[in-house]
């Protein structure tokens, strides 16, 4: 219904979500995302004819009758929002391990899965593919559109899949793509001089990796202890800082500091990762 969805007195049934007018559905909200390259608002026409009955959006346009339009300062953290819960919060129902870094993603997620099928249902999503209780397909991206990602964890989740590996590309992380998924672990491989075309600086390439800790999802009967995945009952956001590199006795281990949410407190924990400059 989409007053469960926003705080709107309409009671309106919501059959689908979408941020693409091409597969755009009768009685469904379109969300008008501006992109790199192409912005939503120019095919709100197109979406209202393919049956978009909520148009969400953050300009001003020309409205039609009929038609529900709801402004928002930024639609794009509103469909991770509203992706989230019309799938009925998925990443909450499952174990999500987020896999950052330049180069080592895949093998490491990859590990990840057939280490926990030993275990239980586990899924990857990532470069090489989605896979997960025989569903084998081609992932879009590395790190797939929001609404790809929430569809496809909703459909993890009535299937009993426990474990889900996945891929967190700087790209993916700072367009926002996985915003609205709550990870219970976050692994950084390494960190080089690439895609700095994108980012800009490596400064900005580090922020973009950083955002996989920054948000972290503690189960509710979790422990309260010394421990950044283990913090509060809900996501919360941890003030994470990249403090030192020390050299461990196998590879190189980070040093940060994050406040913990329940003990008000500083704390500090480690990540293995590769050596960069800090």
């Known amino acids: 219904r989409l007053n469960e969805l926003f705080d709107i007195d309409n009671d309106m049934k919501i059959y689908s979500i979408h941020s693409d007018s091409r597969y755009v ?15 939503g608002h120019r095919y709100i026409d197109d979406a209202i004819f393919q049956g978009a009955k909520v148009i969400v959006h953050s300009k001003d346009i020309d409205k039609q009758q ?9 639609p794009l953290d509103e469909l991770n929002r509203v992706s989230n819960v019309f799938y009925d919060y998925p990443s909450k129902k499952m174990r999500i391990v987020g896999v950052t870094g330049t180069s ?25 593919s989605l896979e997960y209780d025989g569903v084998k397909e081609e ?24 474990v889900v590996a996945m891929e967190a590309s700087s790209h993916g992380l700072a367009l926002k793509r996985i915003d609205a998924v709550d990870f219970n672990i976050a692994v950084l491989t390494n960190i080089s001089d690439e895609h700095l075309d994108f980012h800009g600086t490596r400064r900005q390439y580090i922020e973009s990796k950083k955002k996989l800790f920054l948000w972290l999802y503690i189960p509710q009967n979790s422990k309260v202890q010394f421990d ?3 913090s509060s009952v809900t996501r919360v956001e941890v003030e994470c800082t990249f403090k030192k590199v020390i050299r461990g006795k196998h590879s190189p281990i980070v040093e940060y500091t994050y406040t913990h949410p329940r003990l008000n407190k500083k704390c500090t924990g480690i990540v293995s990762t590769a050596l960069w400059e800090a």
């Not at 469904?28 to 192409?38: D, K, P, R």
């Open 25 to 39: 559905k009768p009685y469904s909200i379109f969300f008008c995302i501006e992109g790199l390259s192409v912005d």
């Open 228 to 230: 950044p995945y283990k």
């Open 139 to 162: 992932c879009p991206y590395t790190t797939p559109e929001t609404l790809y990602v929430q569809k496809k964890l909703f459909d993890m989740a009535r299937r009993g899949v426990k």
């Open 66 to 74: 009929g038609i529900i339009y709801i402004r928002v300062a930024d």
């Open 104 to 128: 080592g993603k895949t093998v490491v997620a990859s590990m990840v899965k057939s280490v926990m099928d030993h275990y239980c249902k586990a899924a990857y999503m990532g470069t090489i």
